[in-house]
T-cell receptor
Framework: DSGVTQTPKHLITATGQRVTLRCSPR?????VYWYQQSLDQGLQFLIQ???????AKGNILERFSAQQFPDLHSELNLSSLELGDSALYFC????????????????FGEGSRLTVL | KNEVEQSPQNLTAQEGEFITINCSYS?????LHWLQQHPGGGIVSLFM???GKKKHGRLIATINIQEKHSSLHITASHPRDSAVYIC??????????FGTGTRLQVFP
């Protein structure tokens, strides 16, 4: 058990819909990262938050947004869903921010599997 | 071009064999991560290393910063080691770039 909790574990929805994925980081971790893993692209970094502030952005679509709340949990909002958004979405947390090379070990949640029909 | 490349893509082994998975990266890095993804999808961080060698149980990770190369070794492999092994390194903006993974199957 990594200590990182993601909900929901599975989600099936239709094109055009909006979903929210939730992540609770490991106790004491201030950084939260979101990653997307699709079948044809492997793991891709989406966005990082540290102590409530956005710190780094990757290949995140404009239809996607995220935030980190004062209690450090984070939500990833996906809107106007398309078939290609079907993927596993992972959240990870780490203690510090200082770049991916300096954050120390990453702790991953179990992922949220999104299927868009 | 993916800045983090792994080889082989697929690997099969008999139980007890010594396994090596390689990772090459093209950017200067401060640390490299090895991850394990189980068949169910969950990801576990195995190592983060910036120099030398680290060992955890039957797993050993080495890195050569000058050659921009890292290896993950599994000694006395076991069917429960069957998983996808992924290396990841930060790019020049410190965002993690992931390799495409090595799918390992260990047969009894």
């Amino acid at each position: 058990d990594s200590g990182v909790t993601q909900t929901p574990k599975h989600l099936i929805t239709a094109t055009g819909q909006r979903v929210t994925l939730r992540c609770s980081p490991r106790s004491g971790d201030l950084s939260v990262y979101w990653y997307q893993q699709s079948l044809d692209q492997g793991l891709q970094f989406l966005i990082q938050y540290y102590n409530g502030e956005e710190r780094a952005k990757g290949n995140i679509l404009e239809r996607f947004s995220a935030q980190q709340f004062p209690d450090l949990h984070s939500e990833l909002n996906l809107s106007s869903l398309e078939l290609g958004d079907s993927a596993l979405y992972f959240c990870a947390s780490s203690v510090a921010w200082g770049g991916a090379g300096l954050t120390g070990e990453l702790f991953f949640g179990e992922g949220s599997r999104l299927t868009v029909l | 071009k993916n800045e983090v490349e792994q080889s082989p893509q697929n690997l099969t082994a008999q139980e007890g064999e010594f396994i090596t998975i390689n990772c090459s990266y093209s950017v200067g890095i401060s640390a490299l991560h090895w991850l394990q993804q189980h068949p169910g999808g969950g990801i576990v961080s195995l190592f983060m290393l910036s120099s030398g060698k680290k060992k955890h149980g039957r797993l050993i990770a080495t890195i050569n910063i000058q050659e921009k190369h890292s290896s993950l070794h599994i000694t006395a492999s076991h069917p429960r080691d069957s998983a996808v092994y992924i290396c990841a390194a930060p790019d020049n903006t410190d965002k993690l770039i992931f390799g495409t993974g090595t799918r390992l199957q260990v047969f009894p």
